[in-house]
T-cell receptor, first 112, second 109 residues
Framework: DAGVIQSPRHEVTEMGQEVTLRCKPISGHNSLFWYRQTMMRGLELLIYFNNNVPIDDSGMPEDRFSAKMPNASFSTLKIQPSEPRDSAVYFC??????????FGEGSRLTVL | SQQGEEDPQALSIQEGENATMNCSYKTSINNLQWYRQNSGRGLVHLILIRSNEREKHSGRLRVTLDTSKKSSSLLITASRAADTASYFCAILYGQNFVFGPGTRLSVLP
């Protein structure tokens, strides 16, 4: 298995632009998590899905952030409009039930 | 906060020495996991210990869990330069994994 695949690996954009981050979880995993990592706040859970259904989005910072999981093999995290304080590394992780998490390599976002 | 708290925040040791990192948490847990993150990479799962277990081993890793003290420790024996990374404990609350701020380990050759 190729593991969790995230794209893009790096994104540099200007304030106000829309950003879409993508994730392909490991086949057969039924839980998907989006985390954000910064030096100041560490790893923060943004949202997680079980069987493609959003279970807890209380970590989503504000309405500018949205996440979807249209099917078991794809998820997106969208920021519109982006702001400099959104600069961070965004990780997607998948798991089978409540077992270990498998992380992607992350998407490093820089908003100028 | 449900977050686990690792200590120390940073640890620097010589190759061959043992490294011990601790994690404390505040509420009852289902299981506790340890992860490693190399610079610029995603997190990698190291070991999972359930709330009814007290100790687990995996290669050079030894994890203990003391539910009465709400704490866990990760011991890396005979450390190598390749062990240089950040180490995180993750607490499972329901279906949600909550990570601590991590311990940055530097193993000097």
């Amino acid at each position: 298995d190729a593991g969790v695949i995230q794209s893009p690996r790096h994104e540099v954009t200007e304030m106000g632009q829309e950003v879409t981050l993508r994730c392909k979880p490991i086949s057969g995993h039924n839980s998907l998590f989006w985390y954000r990592q910064t030096m100041m706040r560490g790893l923060e859970l943004l949202i997680y899905f079980n069987n493609n259904v959003p279970i807890d989005d209380s970590g989503m910072p504000e309405d500018r952030f949205s996440a979807k999981m249209p099917n078991a093999s794809f998820s997106t995290l969208k920021i519109q409009p982006s702001e400099p304080r959104d600069s961070a590394v965004y990780f997607c992780a998948s798991s089978l039930m409540t077992g270990e998490l498998f992380f992607g390599e992350g998407s490093r976002l820089t908003v100028l | 906060s449900q977050q686990g708290e690792e200590d120390p925040q940073a640890l620097s040791i010589q190759e061959g020495e043992n490294a011990t990192m601790n994690c404390s948490y505040k509420t009852s847990i289902n299981n506790l996991q340890w992860y490693r993150q190399n610079s610029g990479r995603g997190l990698v799962h190291l070991i999972l210990i359930r709330s009814n277990e007290r100790e687990k081993h995996s290669g050079r890793l030894r994890v203990t869990l003391d539910t009465s003290k709400k704490s866990s420790s990760l011991l890396i024996t005979a450390s190598r330069a390749a062990d240089t990374a950040s180490y995180f404990c993750a607490i499972l609350y329901g279906q949600n994994f909550v990570f601590g701020p991590g311990t940055r380990l530097s193993v000097l050759p």
